[in-house]
């Protein structure tokens, strides 16, 4: 499916600016363009030249510099042409009228990133690593995005793929041996291939879920009776007056939501309705809504202020919650602890599992940090180097991966090498996968068609 019709687009964000870039690729763009152009003369390969975009009359409507990319040595691999005009909107829609006049059709979102991808200048995981690095919500988000770009993330599943074939190639000879007396599927040869193939793909696994983590960010919910503290949490995790801070109780109703940044990770913290019987229609919708954010929170902070036992705290929380608490994405937060210096954070032992008891003083930004990091320690983040940006469909697809290499171990184990070599032939297309190798065109566009125009 590669297009040769040019495209054209604006590569620059929409609205007034110093400078803005009308980008065109396909077949001829550069002579499309040249038509609208004065001086006349041919464009010079890859240098800028100062050029005026003219109309049928002759009469100047913008000037700017023109750079010419021909096929293949262009982000497309397209002939791709720039005309850097003035950030006026009015003006680069008439430009965009006129080129569309002359037979360029304008470019659906990702068009161009997906023609470099048709034309090989790289591969789907990079072209996703555009996007990613445009809408990074954090510098660390933004650094792995980069690394992604780069092909970092690409490297990495070829060495998996390597590494499988490898394994492959020994499982299919060893069916073929079958007939012979030694037990080729038991070698020391093939576990240790097998070790290692196991020990790269956990890695890679690992490291693209901190990735996602710095790509989609995750949700925290603050939430605990009326007058604990929630909102003055919320004010001390934002270092800033976001919330409004009262002794009365009921005094927040509508959820109230902070962007921040934690450990490199984009975090929506919600401030909720305290927790409680209400007669008030406006207060018991708020407290509806508090109960439904939290739990769809990928972390919820419970705030209590009392000295009372913690038994009874999780026997309230468990009692007044509709959906089963989740002790995995819990903590326990004690406010207020500048009233008792002798508080001490523990632990709890809830079904069996371990939870945390913080203690903090919003008010006074006591524990603040220490809550941070034990946040974002329950959320998966461990601060390690940089990972490379990850999306759903590559932790998916690697984790597919996993399940074939499991179920293809089994099947070793079993002694059976056809259906093992049957799953690790499915396994080889799962990771193809992640750099678009084998994907539906269909998918393709679905994909490329999240990007944003002009990219
Ligand atoms: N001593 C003390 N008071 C606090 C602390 N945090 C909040 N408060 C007070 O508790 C009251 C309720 O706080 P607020 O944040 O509005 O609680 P919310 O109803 O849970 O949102 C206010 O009077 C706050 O000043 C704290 O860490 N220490
Ligand atoms: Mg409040």
Known sequence: MIASDIIVALATAPGAAGVAVLRLSGRGCGELLRAHLAPAGPLPERRASLRDFVDSQGQTLDRGLVLY??????????????????????????????????GARLARPGEFSERAFHHGRLDLAQAEAIADLIAAGSEQAARSAMRSLQGEFSRRVASVAQALTTVRVYVEAAIDFSDQDIDFLHSEQLLADLNKL???????????????????????VIAGHPNVGKSSLLNALAGDDV???????????????????????????LDTAGWRESDDPVESEGIRRALLAAEKADALLYLFDTDGDLKDIVADLQARSTWPLDIRRLLLVRNKIDRCPQWQDSFLQIEGQRCEVIGISAKYGQGIEALQDRLAQLVGRTPTELPFLARQRHIEALEQAWQYLEAAQAQLQQGMGDLAAEDLRCMQGSLASLCGEMLPDELLGHIFASFCIGK
Do not use: C, W, Y
Request: overall charge negative; hydrophobic content about 40%; cysteine-free.
């Open 69 to 102: 990319f021909p096929a293949p040595h262009s982000f497309t691999g397209e002939d791709v042409v720039e005309f850097q005009g003035h950030g006026s909107p009015v003006m680069m829609a008439i430009l965009l009228r006129q080129l569309q006049h002359s």
């Open 198 to 220: 196991r020990h790269l793909l956990a890695e890679t696994l690992q490291e693209a879920r901190q990735g996602q983590l710095l790509q989609k960010g995750i949700s925290v």
């Open 243 to 269: 919330a409004i801070v009262s002794e009365h109780a009921g005094t927040t109703r509508d959820i109230l939501r902070q962007n921040l940044v934690l450990q490199g990770m984009p975090v929506q913290v």
